[in-house]
């Protein structure tokens, strides 16, 4: 365990215990120092409630973006929801969707979960470049959330950099990836959801069989049926499903 403070000129605003460590000194007024300091306190998933609380107090506009990030429940989630719209109507909102892009590294996976949701419910103009230019981060969980969030999206442009990181990403990205395009219905990626059938990943070889169902290709009935015959128990269960909803559209004939 380590700890968190905040400290400021003449005394700490809060101090509590926390898996991570991390310390920040300010002044209480300086509204951006806080941030800053929470950002980096915010990336531990164990931060005590009472640091929550505090920003909803001192910044109600990072206290909105929390809300929706790691609700206490669904009605908590839809309000930091209306308040962030609010905002980016507001034209007050600027930060926001940044904010949101980065939190889809957030080591907690509910809350990178609810990162993606948030960015797709938003609905901000700037969202899909973010998006774009977080697929060639150096950041393979980054990678693999910022293609997710464009397949639900279903952007255009993310196709031909989608299949780049598939073939080459790391196991991280390529999931996401993977699950982005078949969502999008992208036929033109079947080959290479094909090729990651063959993924020395487990994770790769479930979410391009899961992709290849949705994208009903009679092409990818050799290598599914394949994959169902000596496959990881996982996998045969993914290529079992992807073959039943081929047949079900009538691809097998």
Known sequence: QGSLSLRGK???LYSGVFEGGNSCFLNPVNKK???????????YAHVSGKVKAMVVELWPDRGALLAALQPAN???????????????????????????????????????????KTLVELKDPSTPALLLAALE???SILQGGAARALGRMG?????????LLLDKGAPDAQEGAAEALGQMGAREAVEHLMAGLASPSAG?????ARALGKLKDPRAVPPLTSALQGGSPA?????????AIAAAVGVLG
């Open 204 to 208: 790769v070889q479930i979410a391009s």
């Open 155 to 163: 952007e255009p442009r993310a196709k031909q950099p989608l299949m």
């Open 33 to 43: 120092a806080i941030a800053d300091c929470l950002d980096g306190a915010m990336k």
């Open 10 to 12: 003449h005394s700490v």
């Open 137 to 139: 981060s150096k950041d």
């Open 74 to 116: 669904e009605e908590e989630r839809s309000q930091g929801l209306r308040s962030l719209k609010e905002m980016i109507g507001g034209n007050r909102g600027a930060w926001i969707a940044p904010a949101l892009v980065s939190s889809l590294r957030h080591p907690a996976a509910a809350v990178r979960e609810n990162a993606l």
């Open 235 to 243: 996998m045969r269960q993914a290529s079992a499903m992807a073959l």
